[in-house]
């Protein structure tokens, strides 16, 4: 089905893409170059929920994008400056056709802020955050909670398990507000359940918690890890 809109159904002798790359079509007309569209509809106004004139089960949906990366297509300037060449079917040698892509890294850390975060800060993909985890010592003044913490951040980096250590002089609120607002995955905090050779272990994604033995901390955060990346 041909469809066009209002504001397009009368115009005469127009300009118009001929679905080829830098070739347009000049003075053309309704019935003339092109067949005769089926419909008229207001397709320019047209919003979210609005129904399709072909199918009335099937609807609209807008959903908001964000550009991460891009390609241009660069053509012959480079590869005729450059006397990059290739002999075609012909025998001719003949400039290469060239293009290129980018991925904005900055751009596509940006793209996944937006869409994971709460109330509270950053909720980072296990996939690109810049640590997996981060160690918080609730009272440095305690020498177990020190010793455990500095033995099990060595432990885990060891291990492949990219980890921070927040041994800071501050009040372990502020420590887990901080570590909530830049979003790291997982929280270990060497706190009260140290008595029972356990430490707490919080997911940042929905705050879950449990208290894990210490041997185990490392085997569990592989697994949740291998888990979330997929």
């Known amino acids: 089905m041909r469809l066009v809109d209002r504001t397009a159904v009368d115009l005469k002798n127009f300009v118009t893409g001929s679905n080829e790359s830098d070739y347009h079509v000049v003075g053309a007309n309704w019935g003339n170059q092109f067949q005769l569209p089926d ?13 399709a004139v072909h199918d009335p089960t099937q609807t609209l ?24 060449t290739f002999t075609n079917e012909q025998g001719e040698e003949v400039p290469l056709v060239m293009g290129c892509y980018g991925v904005g890294v900055s751009r596509l850390a940006q793209a996944a802020v937006e869409q994971s975060y709460d109330k ?34 060595v432990e885990l980096n060891q291990a492949g398990i990219e980890t921070l250590l927040d041994d800071r002089n501050e009040r372990a609120g502020v420590k887990f ?54």
């Open 61 to 84: 949906q807008s959903a908001r994008g964000v550009e991460i990366g891009h390609i241009f297509q660069l053509g012959t300037k480079y590869s005729k400056a450059l006397g990059a």
């Open 177 to 230: 507000k901080d570590s909530d607002l830049v979003g790291i995955p997982y929280r270990i905090v060497t706190g009260r359940s140290l008595a029972q050779g356990k430490v707490e272990v919080v997911k940042r994604a929905d705050r879950s918690s449990q208290e894990i033995a210490i041997e185990e901390v490392i085997p569990t955060l592989k697994q949740w890890i291998a888990e979330a990346i997929g």
């Open 120 to 153: 509270d800060g950053i909720i980072w993909p296990v996939a690109i955050a810049p640590y997996h985890a981060i160690v918080v010592v609730p009272n440095i003044a305690d020498s177990a909670q020190m010793e455990a913490a500095e033995k099990l951040a």
């Open 39 to 51: 419909r008229t509809v207001d397709l320019r106004k047209s919003i979210a929920g609005d129904r």
